[in-house]
């Protein structure tokens, strides 16, 4: 069974970090995509960036939001992913969370097939 | 940045109908087109990848149609756990720019 938790959320000051982390089980790691899916308090889905899996390079994309202020990461030998977020402002507070990235073969669809529980950032004085 | 829009933002249905939820996307997006089911305080769900595809596991009562700009969720017979939020999704963007509907909650008449 496919298993994605999160942890790490909880209240943190404009202009304060916070590290996310999601523990993935049930499916071999190591080559999965992987994207951060933020949902702010009442509102609507928003992606905040993916990495690819070993065999495709491991390199990451963001949303212009996000771009130069969070970093997504992975340890694959702990089979964890990791956001770093950095510079907070009150606008990310949201549940944040991980999902794994389905590909349809021999295409460049993608979709979010399994996803974690969130975990909730807050960002306020 | 490629803008999807769901119509109704909101819908009342009882049991056993038919409700028809659609989405559109600002350019042509041709299938790159997904759908999900969100419930209160849980994560999202994917029921129809790539415009009309069944996720594994989902009911055939949900099915998904359209291309280019304009895509439906149908849902026959509408059963109890069915009352959720829905959400669109496209893949098409280059860089990649995942974006969502602004979601349609299906409620109970």
């Known amino acids: 069974e496919v298993q994605l938790v999160e942890s790490g959320g909880g209240l943190v000051k404009p202009g304060g970090s916070l590290r996310l982390s999601c523990a993935v089980s049930?499916?071999?790691?190591?080559?999965?995509?992987m994207s951060w899916v933020r949902q702010a308090p009442g509102k609507g889905l928003e992606w905040v960036g993916r990495?690819?899996?070993?065999?495709?390079?491991?390199?990451?994309d963001y949303a212009a939001p996000v771009k130069g202020r969070f970093t997504i990461s992975r340890d694959d030998s702990k089979n964890t992913l990791f956001l770093q977020l950095n510079s907070l402002k009150t606008e990310d507070t949201a549940v944040y969370y991980c999902?794994?990235?389905?590909?349809?073969?021999?295409?460049?669809?993608?979709?979010?097939?399994?996803w974690g529980q969130g975990a909730l950032v807050t960002v306020s004085s | 940045d490629i803008q999807m829009t769901q119509s109704p933002s909101s819908l009342s249905a009882s049991v056993g109908d038919r409700v028809t939820i659609t989405c559109r996307a600002s350019?042509?997006?041709?299938?790159?087109l997904n759908w999900y089911q969100q419930k209160p305080g849980k994560a999202p769900k994917v029921l129809i990848y790539?415009?009309?595809s069944l996720q594994s596991g989902v009911p055939s009562r949900f099915s998904g149609s359209g291309s280019g700009t304009d895509f439906t969720l149908t849902i026959s017979n509408l059963q109890p756990e069915d009352f959720a939020t829905y959400y669109c999704?496209?893949?098409?963007?280059?860089?990649?720019?995942?974006?969502f509907g602004g979601g349609t909650k299906v409620e109970i008449k």
């Open positions: 999902a794994t990235v389905g590909l349809v073969p021999r295409t460049t669809l993608s979709y979010f097939d399994n």
């Open positions: 049930g499916f071999p790691f190591i080559n999965a995509w």
């Open positions: 990495i690819k899996g070993k065999i495709d390079g491991g390199t990451t």
């Open positions: 350019q042509s997006i041709t299938n790159y």
């Open positions: 790539a415009a009309s």
């Open positions: 999704q496209q893949s098409y963007s280059s860089p990649p720019e995942p974006t």
